[in-house]
């Protein structure tokens, strides 16, 4: 059975604040009436690394692209390095076939120090998204340190979460009918 929506978490770290944000639009899009479905999250970093690296076939890595596939809506979160998404999730959509996410509906989310990288999600998340064919929602989530007080992003992040879940919802009932 598939899940309708999948998280990929493209920080090296499980308690990484990209990772606390994609867990809350995951709750989102779960919730009653919400229109997201059940969700499960995949840990790239937990992923073997030779499976990842294509160096070998690897059942894990395997079974997470199919999942991907089997989707209605992705969300994709990521520290930012270097100006752009970590290079767990570069690898990891090196694997994926092209129009892998075409007719599925995607959600851009990355953290980083501070706004200098904002449009890291515009420059780098959203064309690595559409580069397998996803539709990608309209609001793209970025939090800094300044937006998390004790691990606990501030309302305005959330609402921002919140946002970016209902637009993948809708759209993904638009895609499916």
Do not use: C, W
Request: charged share 20%.
């Amino acid at each position: 059975m598939s899940t309708p929506v999948i998280g990929l978490s493209g920080s090296p770290n499980t308690s990484s604040r990209s990772r606390a944000l994609l867990e809350l639009a995951l709750t989102a899009l779960e919730r009653p009436g919400a229109g997201g479905g059940p969700s499960r999250l995949i840990d790239l970093a937990k992923l073997p690394s030779d499976g990842l690296l294509g160096r070998r076939e690897d059942a894990d890595v395997s079974e997470a692209i199919q999942s991907v596939l089997d989707a209605a809506i992705i969300v994709v979160s990521t520290p930012i390095y270097r100006a752009t998404y970590s290079g767990l999730l570069k690898v990891f959509f090196d694997l994926l076939p092209q129009d892998a996410l075409a007719r599925k509906v995607a959600i851009p989310i990355a953290t980083g120090g501070g706004p200098g990288h904002l449009l890291a999600v515009d420059h780098g998340l959203r064309p690595l998204l559409a580069s397998v064919g996803a539709l990608v929602v309209a609001t793209g989530v970025y939090g800094t340190d300044a937006q998390f007080r004790a691990g606990v992003p501030e309302p305005a992040l959330v609402e921002r979460i919140e946002r970016a879940a209902l637009e993948a919802a809708a759209l993904a009932a638009g895609v499916t009918t």
